[in-house]
Each structure stands twice: as structure tokens, then as C-alpha cells.
């Protein structure tokens, strides 16, 4: 079956491209994408018409350097690099055309290798662990954070790989992140387990999000951040929110009214960064520059086919290189493939691209591609 994905369209998850076409849901939900956007338009430098940020919490940089977060006429938020524009009329082409990569795609016979266990949550180590998609375990100073969880499958989609422990062993948890609304990335059902396995633990997040999860979580201790603002955390941890090249939302008509982005982990002598979703800009360099010596760059991989629908979005195994050069980091940890069907692209291709650039000779610095539960341990 040709699988149509689209984790930014959430509700074509999973669909056959045909079946979905010939279902009601098709017209209601394509209707309002297609005015003005029958194709590409160049992307002319993101002009805000204002900036915003979180009042209460400090901004890392100087305001002539960095004014706040962008908004744009509407009141939207807006990548500070690249302007969104809504892609209707390429929705509609890549559903109507067959994927190049069909056959290649159900011959692939790569899955994601379960490391089982939930020994690292013992450890007292500075840790990494992969979970699986955008979803990571990371405990620096001793203190346990669990970033984008995500336990079973967005909505009309499934799970191709499996968690490597129950989500019942969450337990002891200081801080959730959440980098955005997507629906692979911010799930009901996770964050409502969590917060009833750690009601003390602090939910961390980007501005326009509490009004999504405090529908979900009215008593969660929560704080939300522009890009490049700093948390308030324990001593021990520093947590910054930093941009990425996406969007958000939950359905069609709230584009944009939340803010994405991914983070930066600093504690016990190691900094960790997460990039979320994005496309490849120069907000990697600048996170580079802020925060030199990264010890570990999660950095998606997948999700890029085909380059002309998802480029703005999704950067593809090469960028991610580029963006780990870009930010002078010592280790890159792919993910963001493998787990949930949303592109074009077979599921290993992503791997087997990084470990043909490595290689090459094209990567700078060390590989992990990681099995779901696997550990690495920031700077060794």
C-alpha cells in the first residue's frame, strides 16, 4: 500500500493516497490549503512585524542582537530565517502523484534494533537514550528529563518500531519538554501518563503552547519560552529554547499560533542540543556560536522525501552533516526515522546516507546511530 504521511497535515496520517482522495475528508481538509498556493514561491527574507517573548524569563541575547521572538501581521509566529507559506496546491500534488520510491520503500527491510531494558534509568551517569523517533531520555547533573514523548503512534498512523520499556518505569522525572504542537512530537495520552507518574515534574515548552496542554494538564507546573530564552530550572541544569525551520499546529485553523523550537541541556560540565523538526538554516551556526563545545547534536534525519515538498521543513541525511558542522558539536545522534511512516523515503535510507558520507570522509566528529534504548554517555 502506498502510505501517505504528512506529520506536519496531521489529519492525512497513514492514509492510502487513493483512499484518502476519494473520502469526504479530502475535500474539507485540502479546501482551505489551496487558494494562492498552486506552487512554490520564493522565499523572500522573513520580515516580523513584531516580536514577542516570555516576560518572566531571561533572554540570552543582547536586544539589538535579538528583539524576541518573530511574529508576523497576523499575530503568527514566523521562522526568523524563512517565512512559512501555506503549501496547499504541493499537498494536493504530492497526493496525486505515486511515489517514485514505492517499490524500493516495501522492499526495505530495515527496522529501528530495540536495546530492551530500563537499566539507564538506575544509572547515576550523564546519559543519552534514544526512545525512539524525536523522543529521548537525558539525565546531566542528575537530573532525569524526557524530551518530546511520544509512546504510541499519531493519529491514523502506527508505530513501526516498538518502545524499548514500558512508560510505566517514567517515574522520578524533573522535567518534560515539549518542542511543538506536531502531532509526532506532542502527544495527549503521553504527557497525561507522565504528569500522573510524576505530577512534580515541570513541563518546559515554547510560547502559545499552554493553551494546548493546559487543556490536557490543568495542573501541571508549566513554563513556556521564546528562542533563546532560559528556563528556570534547578541549579544543576540549564535548559535554553533555540529556533528551528518549521511550523506548527493541531488543524487547520490554528497554523502558527504556537511557537517551535528545539534545546539546549547544559549541566554537570556537558551540553546537550536537540534540534526538534527543522529545515537546514543558519540558526545552527548561531546556536554553535552561543553555546561552543556541544557535546551531543540530536539531530533529525528523515522524513525529507520528497526534497521539494519537504525541504523547508525536514532537512535530509546531508544537511544534518552540515548542520552538525555548522554547530561545532563533538557527537551527532541522528533520529526523526524509522518509527512513524511520513514521507517518501525508504525506512533506512536515512542511515544508510550518514554512513556512507561518514565513510567518505564528509563527517566531522563521531556517528551514533543509535537502537531504540541504546545509551550513550555525553563526551566520552
Not at 516580523?48 to 524576541?68: E, I, M, Y
Not at 513541563?203 to 530564552?229: K, S, V
Not at 487547520?252 to 541541556?265: A, R
Not at 540530536?298 to 546531508?318: E, I, K, S, V
Request: hydrophobic residues 40%; neutral net charge.
Amino acid at each position: 500500500m502506498h502510505t501517505f504521511v504528512c506529520c506536519e497535515y496531521q489529519l492525512f496520517s497513514a492514509m492510502n493516497r487513493r483512499t484518502f482522495l476519494r473520502s469526504g475528508t479530502a475535500m474539507t481538509a485540502l479546501v482551505p490549503l489551496l487558494p494562492g498556493a498552486d506552487e512554490p514561491r520564493p522565499a523572500a527574507p522573513a520580515k516580523a512585524a513584531r516580536f514577542t517573548s516570555n516576560p518572566d524569563l531571561p533572554t540570552l541575547l543582547p536586544p539589538a542582537r535579538w528583539p524576541g521572538t518573530p511574529l508576523d501581521a497576523e499575530g503568527r509566529f514566523q521562522n526568523h530565517e524563512f517565512p512559512y507559506r501555506t503549501p496547499g496546491g504541493q499537498v494536493l500534488k504530492w497526493m496525486l502523484q505515486r511515489n517514485p520510491q514505492r517499490e524500493e520503500k516495501k522492499a526495505d527491510p530495515f527496522q529501528v534494533p530495540i536495546v530492551e531494558g530500563a537499566e539507564f534509568l538506575a544509572m547515576k551517569d550523564d546519559v543519552v537514550v534514544w526512545l525512539g523517533h524525536a523522543s529521548f531520555f537525558v539525565r546531566l547533573g542528575g537530573i532525569n528529563v524526557l524530551i518530546d514523548p511520544v509512546f504510541g503512534a499519531p493519529p491514523f498512523g502506527k508505530r513501526l518500531s516498538r518502545l524499548p520499556l514500558d512508560p510505566a518505569r517514567f517515574t522520578g522525572l524533573d522535567y518534560v519538554l515539549v518542542s511543538h504542537a506536531h502531532y509526532d512530537h506532542c502527544d495527549k495520552d503521553s504527557l497525561q501518563q507522565l504528569h500522573r507518574q510524576n505530577p512534580r515534574a515541570r513541563l518546559l515548552t515554547g510560547l502559545g503552547m499552554p493553551a494546548l496542554l493546559r487543556r490536557w494538564l490543568p495542573e501541571a507546573d508549566l513554563q513556556a519560552a521564546g528562542w533563546y530564552q532560559q528556563y528556570r530550572t534547578d541549579e544543576r541544569l540549564r535548559i535554553t529554547f533555540v529556533p528551528s525551520r518549521h511550523w506548527s499546529n493541531r488543524s487547520l485553523s490554528d497554523v502558527n499560533e504556537t511557537l517551535w523550537g528545539g534545546f539546549v541541556l547544559q549541566g554537570g560540565g556537558r551540553q546537550v542540543y536537540f534540534n526538534g523538526d527543522s529545515g537546514y538554516g543558519s540558526h545552527y551556526r548561531d546556536i554553535g556560536q552561543l553555546f561552543p563545545g556541544l557535546d551531543v547534536a540530536l539531530l533529525g534525519a528523515g522524513a525529507y522525501a520528497p526534497r521539494w515538498f519537504m525541504a523547508p521543513n525536514h532537512q535530509d541525511p546531508a544537511q544534518a552533516v552540515q548542520a552538525f558542522h555548522d554547530l561545532g558539536a563533538r557527537t551527532l545522534v541522528p533520529m526523526h526515522y524509522g518509527t512513524f511512516d511520513l514521507s517518501d523515503e525508504p525506512p533506512g535510507e536515512p542511515v544508510r546516507h550518514l554512513h556512507e558520507l561518514a565513510a567518505g570522509g564528509k563527517l566531522r566528529g563521531q556517528l551514533r546511530v543509535l537502537g531504540a534504548g541504546e545509551v550513550v554517555r555525553p563526551g566520552a
